[in-house]
């Protein structure tokens, strides 16, 4: 090679590397991406090549240089310069108060600036930048020497190899949080899953886990993340920014990640406004964090306030109230829903989790108990993040009791004893009874009467088992029999609550077509197929003469809705059922038939958090499909807000405003009904 190639190739390899640290910079530390991601990929395999060909030109802070390193025997050890403290803790608002006073007093003050930071859940590392180069990193250990896992945070692709600019101190040690964003360690999961892997407990275990990895190549397989929040040694000449905030903007000006969270507040009062807006985004948040941080903001100031043995005087962190906690399994019970799924429920000793006592757990089906493997007597941990449903994250395995036998489901229903089923491909395991089973046609009742359904006020799960018990009805059509001295001679009844019961039962009398397929309880049948059938044939007896190939041709309606529709109408005992629901006098208004249909049409749909089967623009593009608008806000205009994982402000506005709410299975089973 003459030396106007050399030369020529040099100068590639730094453009590329040039450009690449750039967009990496956009990408992680202002998160303003600039250049698609093919592209990134294009320009890392170009560089990567070019460094193949010409190995001479190959340096340690090369963006190709991140993984490669070979595994090690062990960590070496590595004393910190300057101590790694950690922080004291608040946990309500008196400790809060006197942290504040504390401060003021011995600065003789009466107000302060304080830096307000999210207090990242993850772990501690230190990183020396010499000239600008990363060369070493360091865990905080026991805060006076750490680990040396170098080669494992060179593989984190936000950390720089090399600081940006040219006003960089020839020393510097940044130190901050390494963490995992809760979004991909779903989809960490969701890969440990399907590979058949051991499932990760929490994001923090997992981050400090993949970073304590001896072979680099396993922690560059982990979604690990870092920001700064301070610094540790310094060159002395550099000249330092006065504030804590300023040497923040600073370490971002210099290549390094920074959270957006992070702002100057004044006095107590501004730490409450922090901690109480932080606490209302926590769940929107793209990470966990467990509290919020306060460091007063000066420099000088924080000097005249010193140390006491492993914390600062000038900084505290105030907690939230945990979202995971231990607790024991008493028992796993099994519950029977209406259409006769058998659910596994754990039967929790009482935690206080999350703001609130949990006490049941469900498990949903056999093979999410089996894939846990959670066994009666044993200690687990309870989740219970934002508004999300509480669940069992883990068992902790060592606190097993001895011989504990592993879950089974009942091969019988333990409500009626009928023989259980599970369908091939399916993960539920259903009671065979149909409405037969006390538990089904009891659930059967309670569906028929709800809100969406026929809307009778007042009868609600107590009222119809009592029914039941009394055996005053065995079906909905017992409900139009009833007698006013039958109903007030039940327990807490009395002739005012019979009589309004009555009146209630009148009163849905009248109804939608719409309405009342829906509170009929066919499987597969929710509020919007049952609109759909409603529509396309506008009468019940051409639904229930349909075939059911003519069930087939409505749009939206898939093979197995139109059996299970089919089926319902070919059973005698529904028939009969239907006949006397008429009889007693429901009715509804005649409808015109429509042919071109689309199910969701006018309703609005705003979509939140993640969704762990599909992604957002997925699940937007099937709504849309149906007819849905699927809008970005929420408003009194929404019909309904879709909560993923980590729903936030707009999961809140929507409680707010008291709309219809649905989980990612309720999604999930609205699909399904149409796609
Ligand atoms: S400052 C001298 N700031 O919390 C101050 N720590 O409980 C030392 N942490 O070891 C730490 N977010 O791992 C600081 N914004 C933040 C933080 C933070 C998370 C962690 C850090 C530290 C631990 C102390």
């Known amino acids: 090679m003459t030396e106007l190639d050399s030369a020529r190739v040099a100068e590639r390899i730094a453009d590329l590397r040039a450009d ?25 395999r170009e560089l990567s090549t070019l460094e193949k060909d010409y190995p001479q030109f190959v340096s340690a802070d090369s963006p190709t240089q991140r993984v490669g390193a070979k595994p090690v025997d062990s960590f070496k050890q590595v004393r910190h310069s300057v101590r790694m403290l950690s922080l004291d803790n608040a946990f309500d608002e008196n400790e809060l108060f006197s942290f504040d006073k504390r401060v003021r007093d011995k600065l003789s003050l009466n107000e302060l600036a304080y830096a307000a930071e999210t207090k990242l859940d993850g772990l501690a590392i230190s990183l020396l930048y010499k000239r600008g180069e990363l060369v070493q990193a360091a865990t905080r250990g ?29 020393l510097l040690e940044a130190r901050g949080e390494v963490f995992i964003n809760k979004r991909d360690f779903a989809a960490l999961n969701e890969k440990q899953s399907a590979l058949g892997e051991k499932i990760f407990a929490n994001p923090r275990n997992t981050a400090a886990g993949s970073l304590r990895q001896l072979d680099p190549k396993l922690t560059a397989e982990r979604p690990l993340r870092f920001y700064a929040y301070g610094i540790g040694q310094i060159s002395s000449t550099q000249t330092m920014p006065s504030m804590h905030t300023a040497l923040l903007i600073q370490l971002k000006n210099w290549g390094l990640p920074v959270s957006p969270e992070t702002k100057c507040v004044h006095g107590i009062q501004g730490c409450l406004q922090y901690y109480a807006d932080i606490a ?28 006491v043995s492993r914390a600062p005087r000038w900084a505290v962190a105030y907690k939230f109230p945990p979202e995971e906690e231990l607790t024991v399994v008493k028992n796993i019970d099994i519950q029977v829903g209406r259409t006769g799924a058998l659910t596994p429920v754990a039967r929790l000793e009482p935690v206080f989790v999350g703001g609130v006592t949990v006490t049941n757990a469900t498990l949903h089906n056999e093979d999410e108990v089996r894939r846990k493997d959670v066994r009666a007597g044993d200690t687990v941990i309870i989740r219970r993040a934002g508004d999300v449903i509480p669940e069992i994250v883990a ?16 091969e019988r229903c333990p409500v009626c004893a009928s023989a259980t089923v599970k369908m091939e491909g399916e993960a539920v395991t259903r009671c065979t009874a149909g409405l037969f089973c006390p538990a089904q ?26 029914l039941f018990e009394a055996e005053l009805v065995q079906n909905v059509a017992d ?69 059911q190939e003519m069930l087939e041709e409505v749009p939206d309606i898939g093979p197995v809705a139109a ?49 762990a089967s599909m992604s957002r623009d997925e699940a937007k593009q099937k709504l849309q499909q149906l007819g849905a608008k699927v809008s970005g806000s929420v408003s009194k205009k929404t019909d309904y807000v879709i909560a993923g994982e980590a729903a936030g402000s707009k999961l809140t506005r929507a409680q707010e405003l008291g709309l219809k709410v649905l989980d990612e299975a309720g999604l999930v089973q609205l699909l399904q009904e149409y796609l």
């Open 479 to 547: 409900l139009y029999q009833l007698k006013l001295q039958q109903v007030a001679a039940l327990e807490r009844m009395g002739e005012k609550s019979a009589g309004n019961l009555l009146a209630a039962l009148e009163n849905s009398k009248r109804t939608e077509l719409e309405r009342f397929l829906y509170a009929l309880g066919i499987r597969e049948v929710g509020e919007a197929t049952a609109r759909t059938l409603a529509r396309h044939f506008g009468s019940l007896d051409r639904i229930r003469t349909a075939t």
């Open 142 to 170: 026991d805060g006076s020497s750490g680990e040396d896992v170098t080669l494992n945070v060179r593989t984190i692709k936000s950390i720089p190899l090399r600081l940006v600019g040219d006003d960089y101190p020839e």
């Open 395 to 410: 068992v902790v395995k060592d606190k097993r009791p001895a011989n504990s036998p592993e879950f089974i489901m009942p």
């Open 280 to 307: 209302a985004r926590r769940a929107a948040l793209p990470y966990e964090i467990d509290g919020v941080v306060f460091k007063v903001n000066d420099f000088a100031q924080q000097e005249k306030l010193g140390y």
């Open 20 to 44: 690449i640290n750039r967009h990496n910079y956009h990408y992680y530390v202002l998160d303003a991406p600039t250049v698609p991601d093919a592209e990134y990929d294009r320009l890392l």
């Open 441 to 466: 046609a009891s659930q059967a009742i309670i569906h028929f009467a709800s809100r969406r359904a026929m809307d009778i006020e007042g009868l609600g799960e107590k009222l119809v088992e009592q």
């Open 563 to 611: 059996k299970n529709i089919n089926g319902f109408f070919r059973e005698e005992h529904n028939n009969l059922i239907i006949e006397r629901l008429l009889a007693y006098g429901i009715n509804w208004p005649a409808l015109e038939t429509k042919s071109e249909f689309l199910p969701l049409q006018g309703r609005t749909f705003v979509l939140t958090g993640t969704l």
